[in-house]
Structure formats: C-alpha cells, structure tokens
C-alpha cells in the first residue's frame, strides 16, 4: 500500500505541473519577463526606453537598433515591412513598428522579439537611421524602403 502511495505522488506532482503551467500559459514573471505568442517572445516595460530582457541574447547590433526605436517610431508607422509579416493570417503587422513593439499604451509598451530573428525587419531599421542621419525626409525615406526592401512581383 505504501508503495502505491509512493508511486502516486510524482505522478500527482506532474500532473498539477502541467495544469498549473496551461493554465498560465507560460505568462511573465511579475518583473516583466518574457511571454510566448506564437512565434514571438512578448515583454511589457514602462516605456520605449527600458529595453526588455530577451535582448540579453542578441548582438549589439540588435540591441542598438532596438534602442532606437523611440527615436524613428513615427517613421517605422508609415513603413512596410517585407519580411512577409505583413500578411500573416493572424497577427499581420500593420507596419515596420509592430515588429519590434507588438504594443503600447499609457500603460507602457510590449516590444517582441520578431525582428530579433529577421535581417530584412533588422536592415529596414538600420537603413531608417542611416537615411535620418543624411538628412531624408520621412516620404523619401518611405520611398527608400519601398524601392529598397519591396519585392519585385
């Protein structure tokens, strides 16, 4: 009978892990931490100056062009982005921005990972501060993008 009992606990451990861990969903810790969505880590900070910690990972390129989001966010809005995110079936991107903020309120800003793992989202905002830097206007610099990064159909 102890045996039985001895048997029963791991398994009764593992189960409540699994509900527990379905349940959250693999949500962030209360400091912000990463969240999965779908194929994008998600982490809410108070603003477009506190970057998030999956960073941590990424080069310093990386890093940089996250940094300067805030910088470029209103050009990044009126940029596409032709990595393809833009025609996801769910969750198409509305513009350059959303690869690197999946949102932002009053209540601070959710960045994602996804540009983290694409040189085409990488590049457009690196060509972004290098074309400001020169002295572009946005419209150029949207036109830039366009015959720059949009495929030849």
Not at 91 to 111: K, P
Request: hydrophobic share 35%; charged share 25%.
């Amino acid at each position: 009978m102890k045996a039985k009992w001895l048997l029963a606990l791991p398994a009764s451990v593992l189960a409540c892990g699994i509900a527990l861990a379905a349940c959250g969903g693999g949500g962030s810790d209360a400091h912000g931490g990463p969240e999965r969505h779908g194929n994008e880590n998600w982490e809410r900070e108070a603003s477009l100056a506190v970057m998030p910690s999956f960073l941590d990972k990424y080069a310093s390129r990386t890093k940089h062009l996250y940094s300067i989001v805030g910088e470029y966010q209103d050009i990044m809005k009126s940029v596409n982005c032709y990595c393809g995110c833009m025609e996801y079936e769910s969750d198409a991107h509305q513009s350059l921005l959303r690869c690197y903020v999946a949102s932002q309120n009053a209540d601070g800003v959710v960045w994602t990972d996804h540009s983290g793992h694409c040189g085409i989202c990488t590049e457009e905002l690196a060509k972004i501060e290098q074309w400001s830097k020169e002295g572009k206007t946005p419209d150029e610099i949207r036109q830039l993008i366009d015959d720059n990064f949009k495929p030849d159909v």
